[in-house]
């Protein structure tokens, strides 16, 4: 019986030279796919002209090329773009393509779901199901390129953030695999520098990343003292902001002109006040840092509110004050739900968490 093809949209570089040196072929036949498949966004073995009529041939019966089906296609009145993708078991993932002059950024989910639990957070509510695998990561660029190859700009895509659905520091080979592609010559040829990874503080992790790949790092704040983190992002329980810092402060030791961005949602009344503006600036005086203050995204059944824009502006005064780089994150595609912490695509709950908050709800099962 044949072995189950291999889905080529899983190997980087490297898995794709294994492949076909596997195959008894020069390794370099694995570049040229590599090309094909990414560069030229080209899923039909057929029209991979440089390789021989033979090997094409073996390729259709030893190797598939599958993305995600996409269920769902929405353009927002500002041109973002939201996908519904849905994996071969049925979990669903979004993914958003945000466009601005002069650059398209694409927001990409690591996981089905998240594990975090952050309290203010769609994905959060949701569960979590599993982790995607790297092809799962990359087809997301690999489909928002074919779908975009007829907007305005040939390149449309010129930046990737990890700030859809998970927690992409705990998918860490697999996250790591997608990057490599996203930055490789032959692939999406982005700089480092053009992807940014959003961490909700994954201390280790962020350190094997500087390791792996040192693209840009954001990580997820909320709240500048381990009382109100903790309340907001549960992961501060284990990792408290003092080593989150330290390890931020690692990440950038080498490179004295990069920054870590620090996500801020603003949450009417939890954590917008002056008090809390003056402990951030304390905060991140000494740190490398720009500050991102993300307005509040609301969903249904949260309890958390969008602070007014002139909170907002206050809050991002009395930092600028301060002397630290702040800009205020408009919100986008906010009538086709693509905004931050929006993105709840259909998640198989093994964790069960909707039922039992569901009972808490009803009071059932008490
Ligand atoms: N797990 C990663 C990626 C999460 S999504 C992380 O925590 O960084 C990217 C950003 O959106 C994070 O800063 C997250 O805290 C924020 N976010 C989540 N829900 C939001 C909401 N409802 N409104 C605004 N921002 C939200």
């Not at 503006?277 to 991140?284: I, N, P, T």
Request: aromatic share 6%.
């Amino acid at each position: 019986m044949p072995a189950t093809p291999t889905n080529l949209l899983d190997l980087d570089r490297d898995g794709l030279q294994a492949f076909f040196a596997g195959l008894g072929e020069k390794p370099f036949r694995g570049l040229q796919v590599l090309q094909w498949l990414h560069q030229y966004g080209v899923d039909d073995f057929e029209r991979m002209t440089n390789l021989s009529k033979p090997l094409r041939t073996r390729l259709s019966q030893e190797a598939v090329i599958v993305a995600p089906r996409i269920k769902q296609d929405h353009t927002a009145a500002d041109g973002t773009r939201k996908w519904l993708l849905e994996l071969n078991d049925g979990n669903a993932i979004e993914t958003v393509f945000i466009p601005e002059t002069g650059r398209g950024t694409l927001c990409v989910s690591s996981q089905a779901g998240c594990t975090l639990n952050c309290a203010f957070c769609a994905t959060g509510a949701q569960g979590f199901n599993r982790n995607l695998t790297a092809g799962e990561i990359v087809a997301q660029i690999w489909l928002a390129r074919r779908l975009l190859a007829d907007a305005d700009s040939p390149r449309p895509i010129t930046n990737v953030v990890f700030m859809g659905m998970g927690e992409p520091l705990l998918n860490f080979d697999n996250v790591v695999a997608a990057i490599r592609l996203m930055l490789d010559d032959l692939a999406y040829g982005l700089s480092r520098r053009r992807v940014t990874v959003s961490t909700a503080g994954m201390v280790p992790m962020i350190d094997r990343l500087r390791e792996a790949c040192p693209v840009s790092l954001a990580v997820s704040l909320h709240a500048p003292d381990d009382v109100l983190r903790s309340e907001l992002v549960p992961l501060n329980r284990k990792y408290p902001i003092a080593e989150l810092l330290a390890a931020c402060r690692r990440y950038v030791a080498d490179e004295p002109r990069r920054k870590v961005t620090f996500e801020y949602v603003m949450l009417d009344g939890v954590n917008d006040s002056d008090a809390y503006a003056q402990a951030l600036a304390r905060l991140l005086r000494d740190l490398p840092a720009k500050v991102n203050l993300i307005p509040f995204n609301p969903f249904p059944d949260t309890r958390f509110k969008r602070s007014s824009p002139a909170a907002i502006d206050r809050f991002r005064d009395v930092i600028m004050a301060a002397g630290l780089m702040t800009i205020t994150r408009r919100t986008r595609g906010d009538d086709i739900d693509a905004a931050c912490g929006q993105l709840a695509g259909d998640i198989h709950d093994r964790s069960d968490r909707r039922r039992r908050a569901a009972r808490r709800m009803t009071g059932a099962g008490q």
